[in-house]
């Protein structure tokens, strides 16, 4: 197969993951992805100061300045299990989400402008959340006509995906040693809502709280960064993404505060990578993101405004700090293993618990682990693995009950690239 209809088939896939959209049910680090390409989140997504794959804007634009051509597509399979157990004087019962399957497809290309220059474009899931609550009997009678479940409406949940589109411009200094990036980013996110109609006595617009099918809007935002380095051996790196500001979820402007506004919160990071022998490298980063940026999610539901209005309620999250540390051994014969650990604060306190039974994104460890396979100086096999253990959080819900949410995810992720 020549390299003219390779590129072709390449475009076409690349176009088919447009599409499809990509990015539901990434909730990790808040409702973020623990990180962004395989080869990353296989060192617990570490990348600031590390960058080898053109999924590399995800994290740090500067890190494919200069990179060679090089195409990366991928998909992974993300498994997360959601619960939330209720108790009251009468006693306890536990609720599972359905719906715990995801396969989310991701690609980056690269092209190689000159050995200082490069520009590409990423297509990746910037995050999402997704619970599917079945309806059940509650022994209510007036709940359960109308439906039973948590919220006396059915089956309740919510579905939230975000897509990030990402085309991205980078170069080094003359020296080579100090790179910068700049990208642009077109956000896609889609949301629905199903079984919350109890809260639409809440609202300020009823009609637009709950089951109105799903919405999706479009968004911009940007993002800087650089990487730096400091010896032969050591690299600090650092990105900078604005708040990216979306069109309104009209279909729910009930539901969100300031009328269904829901933009993307801004993110601040920082890392260093280490050569520590010629053949292991490890890196550590610091992300910050900042969820009080947006008041959907950051306001208090415990506020006298009703939902849907400016400083209305909200999931209450708080900003959080995501630390990640990665490890990577080239073993030779074109193998190359990884691990990594990735920790994240949890946005949710105990008096937020109400709201955030559909949205529980409370897990804040998680495990990696990693390996590429290169066959020859075109071919690469990519793969992840992910294990975020079981998370937390109890608080009261009203009427003498307590609810606890809960959360823990598997990932597996598999990845080829074809360089040029």
Partial sequence: MNANVIRRSLVAAAVGIAMGGVGSAHATNGYFAHGYGTTAKGMGGTGMAI?????????????????????DIGVSYFRPKRSVTLDSPQGSMEVESGNSSFNIPSMGYVRQIDERRSWGIALLGNGGMNTEYPAFATGNPECDMGGGGLFCGGAAGVNLEQLAIIPTYAQKSESGRVSVGFSPIISHQRFSATGLGQFAQMSNDPERVSDNGTDSTWGYGAQVGFQAELSDTVTLGGSYRSKIRNGKFSDYSGLFAGGGSFDIPSTLG??????????????????????????AI???????????????????????????????YEAGNNWTWRVGYNRGQNPISSDEVMFNIV????????YTFGFTKAFNSNHELNFAAMYAP??????????????????RQYELEIGYAYRF
């Fill in 51 to 71: 960058s080898q794959d053109a999924y590399a804007p995800g994290t740090n634009p500067a890190g494919i300045a200069g990179m060679e051509s090089r195409f």
């Fill in 270 to 295: 920082l890392g260093v990578s280490v050569e520590a022998t010629p053949n292991l490298t490890i890196a550590a980063d610091y992300l910050r993101i900042n969820y009080s940026d947006i008041d």
């Fill in 298 to 328: 950051s306001n208090t539901m415990h506020t006298h405004e009703p939902l849907g209005a400016s400083g209305g309620p909200g999931f209450g999250w708080r900003d959080i700090g995501v630390f990640r540390l990665g490890a990577q």
């Fill in 390 to 407: 079981r998370n937390s959080v109890s608080g009261p819900i009203g009427n003498g009950m307590d609810a606890t949410i809960e959360m």
């Fill in 359 to 366: 949205a529980p994104a409370v897990t804040t460890d998680h």
